[in-house]
């Protein structure tokens, strides 16, 4: 059994994505690791934070974004796309670049993979999710946040990423451009592995979260749009009330130690409430409302949630 692990990005270093962490958290279970690195800016440092991984195993593509003829977001997907299609493993190992695997997952995901080779009926693989916010100790427990979604898929030529990369879908003829088409598209059949994706990509120092959003606003809407929506925007993104939000209590990946270590924007945060500049879907009193009910009431499970797959009991 080989597994090829894959990831785009684009100015990483530039938009404090740790796309370093991502890439080394699934290495270890990974024969070959293909990244699709994009047209940096001149100010960005992200190959030079992929190559000082040192790793043999890692080959980079480097890619043109063509934000005209992939729009609202579905350039993410033709990019991962890119390097999926360079991936020769059995199983295929999708990681965004501010999503890390915890090394205690790893032998389970690599053995679910082995478990599940022979079953040609599994297209994928199904991981639960922990979305971190604002720091390191707190994260969104939410029926606003999804809280599955595919990151493993069998190397299939009519699998593709879909949408704005978050997902994957089976495309039978496909045209290569249209991510955003349901029409023609089937949900993947996936098994469940007992193991997490944690996400950190709403765990960055508050100027560059706001950077960061102008750039995916950028990516999705376009840089007239963007320049109208946050130009009465302050500099410094506001998390809003961390106290209203779960407190994380285990450990965090041993690869993040170096990211954890650079935290030093606590007193930019607030934790004892009080009005912010926006309020955060996660605050708003419907999914404050829907998420006590699910998690009270029917075990997690979210009423009318997102659900872009087809689970198998397996």
């Known amino acids: 059994m080989k597994i090829s692990g894959f990831s785009m990005v684009r100015n990483a270093t530039k938009l404090y994505y740790p796309i370093r962490e991502a890439i080394e958290s699934i290495l270890p279970i990974c024969d070959e690791f293909v ?16 190559l000082s991984i040192g790793s043999d195993k890692i080959k980079i593509i480097h890619t043109t974004w063509d934000l005209e003829k992939f729009p609202r977001g579905t350039v993410h997907a033709h990019q991962s796309n890119i390097a999926k299609e360079a991936c020769s493993g059995d199983w295929l190992f999708y990681i965004q670049s501010d999503e890390v695997v915890h090394e205690k997952y790893l032998p389970v995901i690599k053995a679910r993979c082995e478990e599940l080779l022979d079953d040609e009926k599994v297209e994928g693989l199904l991981f639960h999710y922990k979305h971190f916010w604002g720091d390191y100790d707190h994260y969104v427990l939410s029926h606003a946040w999804y809280p599955r979604e595919i990151r493993i898929v069998r190397n299939r030529p ?21 991510y955003r088409e349901k029409k023609g598209t089937y949900k993947l059949n996936v098994a469940a592995v007992d193991a997490y994706i944690y996400h950190y990509g709403f765990v960055r120092p508050p100027r560059y979260m706001q950077k960061k959003r102008k750039a995916f606003n950028t990516i999705h809407r376009g840089v007239q749009n963007t320049e109208e929506r946050f130009k009465n925007d302050a500099d410094l993104y506001d998390y809003g009330d961390l106290s209203r939000i779960q407190e994380f209590t285990e450990t965090h990946p041993k690869v ?3 990211m954890i270590s650079r935290f030093d924007w606590k007193d930019q945060l607030r934790y004892e409430g009080g009005p912010g500049e926006h309020m955060q879907k996660h605050e708003k009193m419907k999914y404050r409302l829907l998420t006590w009910i699910e998690q009270n009431f029917l075990g997690g499970k979210q009423l009318f949630g997102y659900k872009n797959y087809k689970l198998l009991k397996r």
């Open 158 to 178: 009519d699998i593709y990423s879909w949408w704005s990369a978050q997902t994957f879908r089976r495309i039978p003829e496909f045209d290569g451009v249209s």
């Open 35 to 50: 990244v699709a690195l994009g047209n940096c800016d001149d100010d960005d440092r992200t190959e030079e934070e992929i």
């Open 256 to 258: 993040m130690d170096r």
